[in-house]
């Protein structure tokens, strides 16, 4: 028998193990997979730094994501013969044990190969090279699928990429958030991004539009957050105390962009990265996000639908980073449309996204504050 190294060519080699049963590269074949006993993988250089759950649902492309989740929990998943959570990072020549696919119920995986395709989809481009991808998303697509939701926007532009190796999301929106969003087209790019956003080395701004006056003496909130489940098994988040195991610190900066009879447009920048943390933050100060279904005034929302907004008015406005590029000369050449762009490593990068056309009307109706 002999061990499968998979790398992002189709060029396989075999080095002998025990025991093994071969996997395609591009990803499992439930049939073929079903026959096996046991898949091991070789993890590749440019795979080196991912997550192990990331990594297997690469390679067992069509396997239920919940099945994937529940091997590993299992233990059935071994990461060099030993049991690894799903978040456990794997390393180049790592050696990745993934037990018989077949024990996942087959009318799940029927219906997960049933499943319509994501429809090909291209996004505004605000920057791209051969390192990265910033796209001003749409509000109302989630970034990924999952959750009840069947695909977003990584999907949709991997259909959209047949011909791209790697694609990966640096960070995440909310699905009801538009505005900036940065992907990675290396592995290298991903890890450098990611460490900066991780870091704190990154700066991100959002247009916030909350009901009431904001206080031009509150410009920093810094108060925990804790991940907790509502009755209908949806997550939300709330402040909680320092003394929280489970708190998150989280830190919020407000700046007063513009004042409106009974709403305030703000700029906000977080230092931290938490789930929903701005919508919380401002909604505890008691200005919640105009259209916020989640944390904000559930009837005002209906009087501002009447008027208008008819979405949640929170925006990516703007993201400086430093580039990852490798090349000491500077970045790769673009494509001839204009979209790409050359960096030199390091570089600093400012991106910044207009307000969309609906948010830009809606605020354009609204009556200035009194002096």
Same mark, same amino acid.
């Given at each position: 028998?002999?061990?499968? &190294?998979?790398?992002?060519?189709?060029?396989?080699?075999?080095?002998?193990?025990?025991?093994?049963? &071969? *996997?395609?590269?591009?990803?499992?074949?439930?049939?073929?997979?079903?026959?096996?006993?046991? *898949?091991?993988?070789?993890?590749?250089?440019?795979?080196?730094?991912?997550?192990?759950?990331?990594?297997?649902?690469?390679?067992?492309?069509?396997?239920?994501?919940?099945?994937?989740?529940?091997?590993?929990? &299992?233990?059935?998943?071994?990461?060099?013969?030993?049991?690894?959570?799903?978040?456990?990072?794997?390393?180049?020549?790592?050696?990745?044990?993934?037990?018989?696919?077949?024990?996942?119920?087959?009318?799940?995986?029927?219906?997960?190969?049933?499943?319509?395709?994501?429809?090909?989809?291209?996004? /505004?481009?605000? $920057?791209?090279?051969?390192? $990265?991808?910033?796209?001003?998303? /749409?509000?109302?697509?989630?970034?990924?699928?999952?959750?009840?939701?069947?695909?977003?926007?990584?999907?949709?532009?991997?259909?959209?990429? /047949?011909?791209?190796?790697?694609?990966?999301?640096?960070?995440?929106?909310?699905?009801?958030? &538009?505005?900036?969003?940065?992907?990675?087209?290396?592995?290298?790019?991903?890890?450098?991004?990611?460490?900066?956003?991780?870091?704190?080395?990154?700066?991100?701004?959002?247009?916030?539009?909350?009901?009431?006056?904001?206080?031009?003496?509150?410009?920093?909130?810094?108060? /925990?957050?804790?991940?907790?489940?509502?009755?209908?098994?949806?997550?939300?988040?709330?402040?909680?105390?320092?003394?929280?195991?489970?708190?998150?610190?989280?830190?919020?900066?407000?700046?007063?962009?513009?004042?409106?009879?009974?709403?305030?447009?703000?700029?906000?920048?977080?230092?931290?990265?938490?789930?929903?943390?701005?919508?919380?933050?401002?909604?505890?100060?008691?200005?919640?996000?105009?259209?916020?279904?989640?944390?904000?005034?559930?009837?005002?929302?209906?009087?501002?639908?009447?008027?208008?907004?008819?979405?949640?008015?929170?925006?990516?406005?703007?993201?400086?980073?430093?580039?990852?590029?490798?090349?000491?000369?500077?970045?790769?050449?673009?494509?001839?449309?204009?979209?790409?762009?050359?960096?030199?490593?390091?570089?600093?990068?400012?991106?910044?996204?207009?307000?969309?056309?609906?948010?830009?009307?809606?605020?354009?109706?609204?009556?200035?504050?009194?002096?």
């Amino acid at each position: 028998m002999c061990l499968l &190294s998979i790398d992002n060519s189709t060029t396989y080699r075999r080095l002998p193990v025990n025991r093994i049963i &071969s *996997v395609n590269a591009a990803g499992a074949d439930l049939a073929a997979a079903a026959r096996a006993e046991v *898949v091991w993988l070789t993890v590749d250089a440019e795979s080196a730094g991912q997550r192990l759950d990331n990594f297997l649902l690469r390679h067992l492309k069509g396997v239920p994501k919940t099945h994937v989740y529940r091997i590993i929990r &299992s233990g059935e998943v071994r990461l060099n013969k030993g049991r690894a959570a799903a978040a456990s990072r794997v390393s180049a020549g790592d050696v990745v044990r993934v037990p018989p696919v077949r024990v996942a119920a087959r009318a799940d995986a029927a219906a997960a190969l049933a499943l319509p395709l994501p429809p090909a989809r291209e996004f /505004p481009v605000l $920057l791209e090279d051969d390192c $990265l991808l910033a796209i001003d998303k /749409p509000a109302g697509v989630a970034v990924h699928g999952g959750s009840g939701v069947s695909f977003g926007v990584i999907e949709q532009l991997r259909r959209a990429r /047949p011909q791209a190796r790697f694609l990966e999301l640096v960070h995440r929106l909310d699905r009801e958030t &538009s505005g900036i969003l940065l992907l990675a087209k290396k592995r290298g790019a991903l890890k450098a991004l990611q460490a900066q956003f991780r870091n704190r080395q990154t700066g991100k701004t959002y247009l916030a539009l909350v009901l009431g006056q904001w206080s031009a003496s509150r410009r920093v909130i810094d108060a /925990p957050l804790r991940k907790h489940l509502i009755e209908n098994g949806e997550r939300r988040v709330k402040i909680t105390t320092g003394d929280d195991a489970d708190g998150m610190r989280a830190i919020t900066l407000v700046r007063v962009a513009r004042r409106l009879a009974d709403m305030t447009l703000l700029e906000v920048s977080i230092k931290t990265g938490r789930t929903h943390q701005i919508r919380v933050h401002l909604a505890s100060c008691g200005h919640p996000i105009a259209g916020d279904d989640k944390y904000g005034d559930f009837e005002r929302n209906k009087a501002l639908q009447k008027q208008g907004l008819k979405r949640m008015f929170l925006h990516a406005w703007k993201l400086r980073f430093e580039h990852p590029a490798t090349d000491p000369g500077g970045g790769d050449q673009g494509d001839d449309d204009g979209a790409t762009a050359a960096a030199t490593a390091g570089a600093p990068v400012q991106l910044q996204a207009p307000l969309p056309p609906d948010l830009q009307q809606f605020l354009s109706s609204l009556k200035p504050a009194l002096p």
